[in-house]
């Protein structure tokens, strides 16, 4: 392997991690997206079709006005269609129209899409690839050409696949990207045909690529297969977003070709912003990260056990693989009932709270944990909460209010085919001193206790007025119990810069979710007060 070897990155989020089922992206959503990208050092951003739909026309048309600062934007389209010239098919005139300096085109390789699909010859398909492909590089265009089904084209037809690949190649195509359309290809496959393919092709070799969906798991050991067959540009998108089961996840693939195999991607700063981006792209189109996800899940460097944890401490190198810092990502130390000292000590290190193992409340916060995760607490999801049973072990949780006692009554209101549930709480606190009843309304229970404790609490503390709830969750601890089980209810809350999650459990799901909120609050001034981080 060559340790200098360049691999280019051409991401292909905006368009085909868009065809995922749930992500839907605006304009605006698309050029966010495109700018931290950008920002990255990614050297290809493909943008969309342009004329498939008005959305990506305006987006090269923004791009056009305020142009990214490094990265090659582009536009993707297929070939000319059957019995129409390249010149006059408006596909590939709204993708001139794009302005882009590259186009990707993509054309079929599997003769049973061309006689099914496209009803047409296996001669004038061949014809299609090379007259569009002339085409766009007459009008000053560098083009990349995907063959579509590589692989099952040429496990199908081999001889026929070759003969598309290089009447690309003969037209001008720069690139010729390897398609795993179906995603069903195993990596001795990839290693086999791409090996037999390039004995074909002219020497020296042309620029290859690869392009590879996850329907069988195996996007990235395809995408990596090639790479080690010589391809040198690697399609993929942020967070593995795709059709079906998606594309093969530039998270993963980057850090593994770049500090496991030698290759240049990103630069240093560039690799340090990855776990940043992916959760950036998470948050714009409206889906929570993979905790679990390779490299830069929230989990990817979590220690839980309490051996691990011990060992961890002593030489980050014997439970990571690599150090988190290199992909902008950190180790957390996981606080459970297979927790140790170790866990306490490191997670009160964090906390800002000084503690020794020696100390006999270190053993105490240990036992007492392991008690309470017996009991259906799981801190290891509520690290916020844990921070408070830690400050009152150790004498430093201050009461900043007392509960007197609450009453949510709840009707059902409306037709029984389209009803709502109204609820109306009434809570009592006693606040530095002063007895405060508070009243209020909300579409349920939970909404209407945690407005009336509100209510009650920012005269004094206004800056509860800044909190809300970004997420709340409920877990049947004891299914068998029916109606009746124990239930975990999970809050996480913003105050619009930082996140913290707190819990309840109890058989009661109100008084469940009232311990959440409680807490919720408690540690939002917690914040305030102590400039603490977010957990």
Request: hydrophobic share 40%; glycine share 8%.
């Amino acid at each position: 392997m060559n340790n200098s070897q360049k691999v280019w990155i051409y991401d292909t989020t905006l368009r085909d991690g868009s065809q995922r089922e749930g992500i839907s992206l605006s304009l605006e959503d698309k050029l966010k997206i495109a700018r931290k990208l950008d920002e990255m050092g990614i050297p290809f951003i493909e943008g969309g079709w342009p004329g498939a739909n008005p959305k990506d026309v305006q987006f090269f048309w923004q791009l056009q006005e305020q142009s990214l600062k490094q990265a090659e934007v582009v536009a993707f389209c297929s070939t000319r269609r059957p019995g129409k010239l390249a010149s006059e098919d408006p596909l590939l005139k709204a993708i001139l129209a794009a302005g882009t300096k590259w186009v990707t085109i993509f054309g079929k390789t599997w003769d049973l899409h061309v006689t099914e699909s496209l009803k047409t010859t296996l001669e004038e398909n061949l014809e299609m690839i090379r007259d569009s492909i002339e085409y766009l590089i007459s009008q000053g265009r560098r083009v990349i050409y995907d063959a579509e089904h590589w692989f099952d084209g040429y496990k199908a037809n081999p001889e026929y696949a070759l003969k598309t690949l290089k009447t690309a190649l003969e037209a001008g195509a720069e690139w010729l990207v390897f398609c795993d359309t179906n995603g069903g290809t195993l990596p001795h496959e990839i290693t086999e045909i791409i090996a037999e393919v390039v004995k074909e092709l002219p020497q020296p070799w042309p620029q290859l690529g690869i392009h590879t969906h996850n329907d069988g798991g195996t996007a990235v050991a395809n995408a990596i297969a090639s790479v080690l067959q010589g391809v040198t540009m690697i399609q993929g998108t942020f967070n593995g977003y795709g059709e079906r089961c998606g594309n093969a996840n530039l998270c993963t693939l980057i850090p593994n070709l770049q500090l496991k195999m030698g290759y240049k991607c990103l630069g240093k700063n560039e690799l340090e912003k990855l776990t940043s981006t992916s959760r950036f792209i998470s948050e714009i189109v409206n889906l929570a990260p993979d905790d679990h996800a390779p490299f830069i899940g929230k989990s990817a460097f979590a220690h839980k056990g309490g051996i691990h944890v011990s060992a961890v401490q002593k030489n980050p190198l014997t439970y990571e693989h690599i150090q988190p810092e290199l992909i902008g990502n950190e180790r957390r130390i996981v606080i459970s009932d297979q927790s140790g000292l170790s866990n306490v000590l490191s997670k009160a290190n964090t906390f800002g709270i000084d503690l020794n193992k020696d100390d006999p409340q270190c053993r105490d916060i240990l036992d007492h944990l392991k008690v309470l995760e017996n009991e259906g607490y799981q801190f290891e999801a509520a690290e916020a909460s844990f921070e408070l049973l830690m400050r009152e072990a150790l004498g430093k949780r201050q009461a900043m209010f007392e509960l007197k006692g609450f009453q949510v009554h709840c009707d059902l209101l409306g037709e029984l085919d389209n009803n709502y549930i109204n609820a109306l709480a009434t809570i009592k606190v006693k606040v530095k001193g002063e007895e405060m009843l508070e009243v209020a309304e909300g579409n349920g229970p939970v909404s209407a206790l945690d407005a009336a404790l509100r209510k009650a609490l920012v005269k004094f503390y206004p800056e509860i007025a800044n909190f809300h709830l970004t997420d709340y969750k409920v877990r049947i601890l004891d299914g068998g119990a029916g109606t009746s089980a124990k239930t975990r209810v999970l809050i996480e809350s913003s105050n619009g810069q930082q996140r913290w999650t707190t819990l309840g459990v109890s058989t009661n799901i109100i008084q469940a979710s009232y311990q959440a909120i409680v807490e919720a609050i408690e540690y939002g001034l917690l914040l305030k007060e102590t400039s603490l981080t977010t957990v």
